[in-house]
């Protein structure tokens, strides 16, 4: 029988952490068009399938933080109030859409270390947001995934000995 050899997809090469980089990267550009723009989220998922990024993210992760971002928007934004040092409306749009989409992440992924979400937030904002908008985020985030999940970040700041 001659068959044809396998090709690997395009998930197949790409690192899983890569997958889910690029996945959180693309639920950023989505929640922050939605911030902006208000689009149906339709319209802005099937422009997001045309990105430069998409064929190498993890699409289920991808959808999971846009949606569940957009969708709970009001939830997010009442549980992290707490943790700002200013109101919602003052966030920069990249600032906004970062603590969207980390807060559904840290509520929908506990097993994903805390620690991992909150770099990719802090990456994500150096790379899209102002000069220290990262700074702001890790601050926000630290707290809002202390008060969230409260013996993972204990065990995570408890010097081992």
Do not use: C
Not at 1 to 22: G, K, S, V, Y
Not at 57 to 65: G, S
Not at 118 to 134: P, Q, V, W
Request: proline share 6%.
């Amino acid at each position: 029988m001659n068959e044809e050899p396998l090709t690997p997809t395009e998930e197949d090469r790409a690192p899983r952490r890569q997958r889910r980089r690029l996945a959180r990267e693309l639920a950023l550009k989505g929640t922050y068009q939605w911030l902006l723009s208000d689009n149906p989220l339709a319209q802005i998922e099937a422009q997001l399938a045309h990105d430069e990024d998409f064929p190498g993210a993890d699409h289920e992760l991808m959808l999971e933080l846009l949606r569940g971002a957009v969708s709970r928007a009001d939830l997010w934004r009442a549980e992290l109030t707490p943790f700002l040092r200013r109101r919602v409306e003052e966030l920069s749009p990249v600032e906004h859409a970062v603590l969207l989409i980390a807060a559904v992440e840290l509520h929908a992924h506990p097993e994903t270390a805390y620690k991992v979400i909150l770099n990719e937030a802090i990456e994500l904002t150096k790379r899209y947001g102002g000069t220290d908008g990262h700074k702001f985020i890790n601050g926000v985030l630290d707290k809002y995934a202390a008060a969230l999940r409260p013996d993972e970040v204990r065990a995570a700041r408890t010097p081992s000995r």
